[in-house]
């Protein structure tokens, strides 16, 4: 069994896409089908709402309590929840309450979700930046 390998994803505080998050499965692993990680989300962490063009997302909650904006509603997941996020489809997901929660994310296909998170960290860019949102549409992702 391996170890997972842990990026951090925040600087001073919570910001867009605050936390850690350790890879399971890199999308390698899989021959790009599958990208897994476990997403740990302090207090105040948010991914704005977006849209990926090209993945399909599962949330499984494994801690804590997240909200989470899928197309026109918003739902809250606690632990054991598995919330399904079809690409297209606009999302995000934050922490609810006062603790951290823990979400497993799926992403299939994996490798181009991937390539983004990895190039951002590459670049040393800041999670909640305008490098972040130009960043993403080179992956066909879209911050509205």
């Known amino acids: 069994m ?3 390998k842990i990026i951090s994803l925040h600087d001073n505080g919570p910001s867009m896409i605050g936390g850690e998050r350790k890879i399971i ?3 390698k692993e899989t021959n790009g089908d599958v990208y897994l ?8 962490s948010s991914v704005p709402v977006h849209i990926h063009q090209n993945e399909d ?41 006062d603790g951290t929660a823990r979400v497993l994310n ?12 990895n190039e951002m960290n590459d670049l040393k860019i800041k999670a ?12 066909g992702i879209t911050f509205v």
């Not at 990680?37 to 105040?44: F, N, R, S």
């Not at 909640?128 to 992956?139: H, M, P, R, V």
């Open 37 to 44: 990680v476990e997403g740990v989300m302090p207090k105040g």
């Open 2 to 4: 391996r170890n997972p």
């Open 57 to 97: 997302e599962i949330f499984h909650v494994l801690e804590g309590l997240v909200e989470l904006v899928l197309g026109e509603d918003t739902l809250m997941g606690k632990a054991g929840d598995i919330i399904y996020l079809p690409r297209g489809v606009k999302h995000g997901i934050k922490t609810h309450g």
């Open 25 to 27: 499965l890199a999308s």
């Open 128 to 139: 909640d930046s305008d490098e972040t949102i130009k960043l993403a549409k080179k992956y």
């Open 106 to 117: 799926y992403v299939l296909p994996g490798r181009n979700f991937e390539k983004f998170f």
